[in-house]
Every structure is written in C-alpha cells, then in structure tokens.
C-alpha cells in the first residue's frame, strides 16, 4: 500500500478547495443576454457577455433565412470551439482547442 505524506494531501485539498472557489465565482458572475439584428430587424446573433462585456457563453450566428450560420462557444472572450453549417442545416466545419491550445479542424461535405 502506497503511504502520503499528510502535508501533501492537505496541499492537494487546499488546492482542490481553491479550484472549486474559482469555479463557482466565474460561473456566477453575471451576463447579460444580447441580440443583434440587421437593418430589417431579423436576428443575425445571440449571446452573452460577462461583466467586463466580454463574449461568454455560447453565441449563435443566423443567416438571412434564419437558419443556423454558426455556433461558437466563449469563455470570458476567448473562443474554445467554432462549428459552422451549410444552408441545408448539416455541419460545414468544426473548431476546437485541442491539447496545447492548439486548435483542432474539421471540414465535413454537405451530403
């Protein structure tokens, strides 16, 4: 059986603590829900945006007809993933950070 080190576990907790602290103040910060409109008034966008007026959240993007032009998700401004569709409603690209950072492409046929 492997033995801890007591001081090791509480640093472990503390951290584990400060994690969770972190993770509930950012998911309570207010937002505040925005619409975007074109010169018609036909909705191009949605989202929300933090306290600081940064995109955070989910953000859809709409074409002319309504239809879905893209999803991007956003945390407090910094894009984590990006999925674009074509006309007929099936997904045209995908985005997403993958391991380092960096982003993680895909491109489908609209079949």
């Known amino acids: 059986m492997k033995s801890i080190n007591a001081t090791t576990a509480i640093s472990a907790s503390i951290m584990l603590t ?3 602290i972190d993770m509930i103040v950012a998911s309570s910060s207010p ?8 010169a018609n008034g ?4 949605r989202f929300s945006t933090d306290s600081s007026g940064a995109i955070h959240g989910e953000k859809i993007e709409y074409r ?5 032009l893209a999803k991007a998700e956003f945390h407090h401004g910094q894009p984590v993933s990006y999925v674009t569709y074509w006309p007929s409603g099936r997904m045209k690209s ?6 380092s950072y ?3 492409i895909e491109n489908f046929d609209d079949r």
């Open 18 to 20: 400060i994690a969770a």
């Open 31 to 38: 937002s505040i829900a925005r619409i975007e409109t074109d």
């Open 42 to 45: 036909n909705v191009t966008s």
């Open 64 to 68: 002319e007809d309504g239809m879905v």
């Open 94 to 99: 995908r985005m997403q950070e993958g391991d």
């Open 102 to 104: 960096i982003p993680v």
